[in-house]
């Protein structure tokens, strides 16, 4: 089983930052990519911005040139959503996606994170 949390959520004004955090924890081989989904009340959940294990990343074209999906090479299994210049249609809850492979292959996704940016 594949546990994920994220954390870093939070009010901020327009133009603000925020850095959300994901870290995957459980039993498996090793992880194929980690990446952050967004879902605004009635909408349907976006990609934000995906990191494979080689590395290769991806943004969602709303984001592109304000966010930042990184990783650290002494925090294992973690990765961050470093937002930049944020304007109140980034709010939503921020989801974090995590594909392993192990005995199984497995999606699994956190609880997700509140990200409210004011006017």
């Known amino acids: 089983q594949v546990h994920v949390v994220e954390s870093g959520g939070d009010l901020v004004q327009t133009g603000g930052s925020l850095r959300l955090s994901c870290t995957a924890s459980g039993t498996f081989t090793r992880i194929e990519s980690m990446a952050w989904y967004r879902q605004a009340p009635g909408k349907q959940r976006e990609l934000v911005a995906v990191m494979t294990g080689g590395g290769s990343k991806t943004y969602g074209d709303s984001v592109k040139g304000r966010f930042t999906i990184s990783r650290t090479n002494y925090v294992k299994n973690t990765v961050y959503l470093e937002m930049n210049s944020l304007k109140p249609e980034d709010t939503a809850v921020y989801y974090c996606?995590?594909?392993?492979?192990?005995?199984?292959?497995?999606?699994?996704w956190g609880q997700g994170t509140q990200v409210t940016v004011s006017s």
């Open positions: 996606n995590v594909h392993t492979v192990g005995d199984i292959i497995s999606d699994s």
